[in-house]
């Protein structure tokens, strides 16, 4: 297989994969991603921080490296290993690689090397250095300084700093699930890259928020964040210039929103869809911006990049069997999972609802929502088909919960 590496500082190389045509990664609907890996070239040593996904990956690995060594006119051989996460997307092609190069040094955080023996079984006969916070790497002149990172994402999670070029790999943090052909997030449009940050950021590291907030405070703090004068993930797009992204993690951890109410629902016989498209009516009388989504034909993951900066959220389904129609439950569960309400971000919640008769929709919505972290703020439980007397209960609605967000 031929596939060219891709030099982003001097002695730098990104030999990742490109996964064109993958569609989903544990749920969340993705168009495409990559599996960044970066080789780093020392005076004495060579260093591979991370590794790729399944069979075909590895392939393109291989090449990459290949590739990199022939620019750099060297010999190739790695001579250090450094696996900052071992989630199977970035840890599957490892044990291969430690194969083609059996003298090389590994490295990984002490969660690192116990979650590669118990998610691959055949690491025993492998000697991983583990490593924390403070711990460097000397390459011969080029020093990959450790930063351990750990729930952003996983328990192992570590960043590595590259201290001469200012380069952060920062691993899962920072990336986007999106396969381009050029490797820069200033390759494009920086809105289109910010958004699929945010939605990787909305699905996969939300519930960091807490260590995020204290991450971002610890490099302050140690004048790494002023240093920092590009960041690589192992996902997506590399920054030229982290203020960006930095600057945009920062808002998402700590709640910062959007004047911007999240309209989300499922219906059955189109009752509890049209007390929505009220509803959206009322909030945008009053000059807010409202999105909307059906749980038949949205995904989950575009719902929670929306409901993330939203400051407030209005959740509908009508009563099944004294129940709220199923097919919402999925986002219910999601949204326990992320925890939105840990990034400091109270969301007031309008729930509203069609039924036949006896309901019951509405209590169980509310108990979902509540363990979730949402602050209810108004219910409204509708009888059969609106009439216009419904209407304007759902419009008035819209524009209640549009004001509570206005402060008014
Ligand atoms: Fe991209 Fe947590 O793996």
Redesign the pocket.
């Known amino acids: 297989m031929k596939a060219e590496s891709f030099k982003i500082a001097e002695g730098v190389y990104w030999v990742g994969a490109l996964h064109w045509n993958t569609r989903s990664f544990h749920g969340f609907a993705i168009p495409g991603t990559t599996y960044n890996c970066y080789l780093v070239f020392g005076d004495e040593k060579v260093a591979l921080i991370d590794n790729v996904y399944s069979d075909g990956m590895i392939n393109q690995l291989n090449a990459r490296i290949k590739d990199a060594f022939k620019k750099e006119g060297r010999e190739e051989k790695i001579d250090v290993f450094i696996q900052c ?1 071992t ?1 199977l ?2 840890s599957i092609g490892l044990r291969e690689t430690i194969a083609r190069y059996p003298d090389a040094e590994v490295y990984a955080s002490p969660k690192g090397a116990e979650f590669l023996e118990k998610q691959y079984h055949n690491y025993s006969d492998v000697e991983i250095t583990t490593v924390k916070t403070g711990d460097s790497i000397d390459l011969g002149g080029k020093t990959l300084n450790i930063v351990s990172a750990p729930m952003l ?2 328990p192992d999670s570590m960043f590595v700093m590259y201290a001469e070029e200012g380069i952060l790999f920062s691993n ?1 943090a920072f ?1 986007q699930h999106l396969c381009l052909s050029k490797r820069y997030a200033e390759d494009y449009d920086e809105h289109f890259i910010l958004e699929a940050s945010k939605k990787f950021y909305a699905n ?1 590291v939300v519930l960091g928020a807490p260590m995020l907030r204290m991450k971002l405070q610890e490099l302050t703090d140690a004048g790494i964040v002023e240093q920092i004068k590009m960041i690589a993930p ?2 997506g797009q590399i920054w030229k210039d982290p203020s960006k992204i930095v600057a945009a993690y920062s808002n998402w951890a700590t709640g910062v929103c959007e004047d911007k109410i999240t309209i989300v629902y499922d219906s059955m016989h189109h009752s509890t869809e049209k007390l929505a498209f009220q509803i959206a009516e009322g909030i945008m009388s009053e000059g807010v911006e409202a999105v909307m989504y059906h749980t038949e034909t949205d995904y989950e993951s575009e719902i929670v990049n929306d409901i993330l900066d939203s400051k407030a959220i209005a959740v509908g389904a009508p009563t099944m069997m004294n129940k709220p129609f199923p097919r919402i439950g999925n986002l219910m569960y999601w949204l326990d999972c992320l925890n939105f309400k840990g990034t400091g971000s109270e969301k007031n919640t309008l729930i509203f609802s069609s039924k036949g008769w006896g309901g019951g929709a509405i209590a169980k919505l509310q108990r979902d929502l509540e363990s979730a972290g949402f602050t209810i703020f108004d219910t409204m439980d509708a009888l059969f088909v609106p009439d216009e007397e419904i209407y304007e209960e759902a419009f008035q609605k819209g524009v209640e919960l549009a004001k509570s967000i206005k402060g008014e």
């Open positions: 996460h989630e997307d970035h994402h996983w899962d990336g996969l192992c996902h």
